[in-house]
């Protein structure tokens, strides 16, 4: 069966007005050592694509979809079907799921380990005969009703345990599938109130949690990069993994530091009032950029919207940090990203894809064009001129002394600073990003 009846998504510029068509986008195009698509490594989302039914917190689903009326296993086998034939007519080399995006829960864990393996066996055919690969898989610890306390965070060692079983398969999966990494979402590793919570014993917990998740994947041989993805709020009032800064301080913390990365999420940054060029950024600076969720918030709804990228100053920023990070290998951009409510027709999901795909390429254009020019360097060197000579240098190398600063100052006369004229950049960043959108 034929789930997408378009033909392979190709590259045509620009000028194009073939809306299944990429217009920046070019997946063979080198800039540097690197084309387009081994700087992107774009992925698609399981959940997101092909499980949710578009319903939000005031109304029903509207997806439209081929499999509606398939009953529950018959919908996962459809999906792996679906899935495959919708990456390779976008050229997409990876997806990512969790544990219950594949394969239906049964009534005891045993049961649903077995349906697991079933489209488990599935997808591993498909990537045998495709060539497509796993990103990442997940497990999903936080939707159904037992985990309303947390997984390992909970107040209930049963679940605790429960969910450390979910887990330990999910690590088998990864292994027999090859993904490239591990993610943990903590959907509901937080609290409503501290009134009734045991913070040190649950950080404790999660901690131990993770420490038994890697010694796992070590007695079975997996070796995939280990990432945590922040989350500041909802569904909890407040999660522990509530951003890069926070998560890392909690694998400083428990010596996880040299386990872990962090795949991060741009909608969850602006939840957590950051920038998600602030949170590459400081990951970048501290060796933990791993993984990238490559979607965007609505700037005047404060929750999760997980709407599709496009804006092309956010994807040019983080794109930027990308580079400079030397890439994102093994991990990529996912786009955990789905089509609003109102786009709820099959080809949706294939026209969403096209464009935050495009958005981003253009983005890694004009990034890779501002590093060859070194325009964020020449600008940062600038400002911070006074620490490379003399006192500042000093400063930097840590050889001086509130004594000798104190003589120094008192030999200055008059402080000078200089204009950041920070509106100058940004209108120059806006000239990058018209001109390469006119080819210049």
Request: net charge negative; charged share 25%.
């Amino acid at each position: 069966m034929t789930y997408f009846n378009v033909d392979k998504i190709k590259y045509e510029g620009s000028k194009s007005n073939n809306i299944y068509s990429f217009k920046y986008y070019n997946p063979e195009e080198k800039l540097g050592d690197k084309t387009m698509a081994e700087h992107l490594r774009f992925s698609v989302a399981y959940w997101h694509t092909f499980t949710a039914d578009l319903s939000d917190p005031f109304g029903v689903g509207t997806a439209e979809r081929d499999w509606d009326n398939l009953d529950e296993m018959g919908k996962s086998k459809a999906r792996v079907e679906a899935i495959f034939e919708f990456m390779e007519k976008l050229n997409i080399e990876y997806f990512c799921f969790h544990d219950v995006d594949i394969a239906p829960e049964g009534k005891t864990l045993k049961e649903s380990n077995e349906n697991l393996d079933i489209i488990v066996d599935l997808i591993q055919e498909k990537m045998q005969q495709t060539g497509k690969k796993l990103l990442w898989n997940t497990t999903n610890n936080f939707t159904h009703e037992r985990f309303v306390h947390g997984a390992a965070t909970s107040s209930n060692a049963e679940v605790y345990a429960y969910a450390a079983a979910k887990v330990k398969k999910s690590l088998e999966i990864a292994k027999k599938l090859g993904s490239e990494n591990f993610v943990f979402w903590g959907g509901r590793e937080g609290y409503e109130s501290l009134l009734n919570t045991d913070m040190k014993l649950e950080l404790d917990n999660l901690a131990n949690f993770f420490k038994m998740a890697k010694s796992y994947a070590e007695e079975i041989g997996y070796e995939g990069q280990f990432l945590i993805e922040p989350k500041p709020k909802e569904p909890t009032s407040h999660q522990y993994d509530t951003d890069v800064a926070t998560g890392h301080a909690f694998l400083q913390k428990y010596g996880l530091d040299n386990i872990f990365k962090f795949n991060i999420e741009a909608n969850h940054a602006t939840l957590a009032g950051h920038t998600f060029q602030h949170e590459l950024r400081y990951a970048r600076d501290n060796g933990l950029l791993g993984s990238v969720d490559a979607n965007q918030g609505h700037p005047l709804l404060g929750w999760d919207t997980d709407e599709f990228p496009t804006d092309v100053y956010d994807t040019t920023l983080a794109m930027y940090e990308i580079l400079k990070n030397g890439g994102l290998n093994p991990g990529g951009l996912n786009f955990d990203a789905k089509p609003r409510r109102t786009s709820f027709k099959q080809e949706d999901l294939l026209l969403t894809h096209i464009a935050g795909m495009d958005t981003f390429a253009l983005g890694l254009r004009v990034a890779y064009k501002m590093i060859e020019d070194n325009f964020f360097e020449n600008i940062i060197n600038k400002k911070y001129q006074t620490f490379s000579e003399g006192i500042g240098k000093q400063i930097v190398e840590g050889t001086t002394s509130f004594k000798e600063l104190e003589e120094y100052a008192h030999n200055i006369t008059k402080i000078e600073n200089e204009s950041d004229h920070l509106e100058v950049i940004k209108t120059q960043i806006n000239q990058y990003i018209l001109n390469i959108n006119n080819g210049d």
